[in-house]
């Protein structure tokens, strides 16, 4: 029942940087809304499964996955029902499609989007 619209992606070159964004609309299927719940990045790479690279709790507490530590920097507005993914130093292995999803349990919770590609290369 949530949809969710990334976008702000695009090419860079090694070193740069992206701001992604992710627009939630509508409610859980218990009738709640996007902002009582944890959101996650993911991104998946052709031949790689899908790796969730940064969360953020409802209260607004950051977790990264090893690989973007340090460089990336998950956000939230929840009166804008918009959670961002500040991406810096970029490298070739962060090209990917890069997707939100609500959390729970660890888990994602709804379908996802459609994404938006991100590709790291001179």
């Known amino acids: 029942q949530v949809q969710f619209a990334e976008s702000g992606g695009g090419l860079v070159q090694p070193g740069g940087s992206l701001r992604l964004s992710c627009l939630a609309s509508?409610?859980?299927?218990?009738?709640?809304?996007?902002?009582?719940?944890?959101v996650g990045w993911y991104r998946q790479a052709p031949e790689k499964q899908r790796e969730l690279v940064a969360s953020i709790t409802s209260g607004g507490s950051p977790n990264y996955a090893d690989s973007v530590k340090d460089r990336f920097t998950i956000s939230r507005d929840n009166a804008k029902n918009t959670v961002y993914l500040q991406m810096n130093s970029l490298k070739p292995e962060d090209t990917a499609v890069y997707l939100c999803n609500t959390m729970r349990g660890g888990r994602p919770m709804e379908s996802w989007g459609q994404g938006t590609q991100v590709t790291v290369s001179s």
């Open positions: 509508g409610r859980s299927f218990r009738g709640y809304a996007v902002a009582w719940y944890d």
